[in-house]
Nanobody
Framework: QVQLVESGGGLVQAGGSLRLSCAAS????????MGWFRQTPGKEREFVAA???????AYADSVKGRFTISRDGAKNTVYLQMNSLKFEDTAVYYC???????????????WGQGTQVTVSS
């Protein structure tokens, strides 16, 4: 069983920055692509960013140039540095991980519980 634990959410003013972290743990786990999604009430969960074991990266258009995803493979940890935050970035942010090799950026096997990010205007 794989557990993903997010941290780093909070309240920030528009234009500010936050850094999210997500650590994967479990016995004999194999983690491949790790990613971030977000969701607001009444809307579907949306893709934010993802990074493969080989450090290939994908971003949603809405965050390109403002968010940076990175990972520490040795620690099975992924980070999301969020700069120039906007009110519309307010959401619950979820960490996700793939337990098998895949070319699909949008389907994941494991999910964290989510961390709230609130951007005040």
């Amino acid at each position: 069983q794989v557990q993903l634990v997010e941290s780093g959410g909070g309240l920030v003013q528009a234009g500010g920055s936050l850094r999210l972290s997500c650590a994967a743990s479990g016995r004999a786990i194999s983690i491949y692509t790790m990613g971030w999604f977000r969701q607001t009430p009444g809307k579907e969960r949306e893709f934010v960013a993802a990074i493969t074991r080989g450090d290939s990266i994908a971003y949603a258009d809405s965050v390109k140039g403002r968010f940076t995803i990175s990972r520490d493979g040795a620690k099975n940890t992924v980070y999301l540095q969020m700069n120039s935050l906007k009110f519309e970035d307010t959401a619950v942010y979820y960490c996700a991980a793939q337990g098998h090799p895949s070319s699909n950026w949008f389907q994941y096997d494991y999910w964290g519980q989510g961390t709230q990010v609130t951007v005040s205007s």
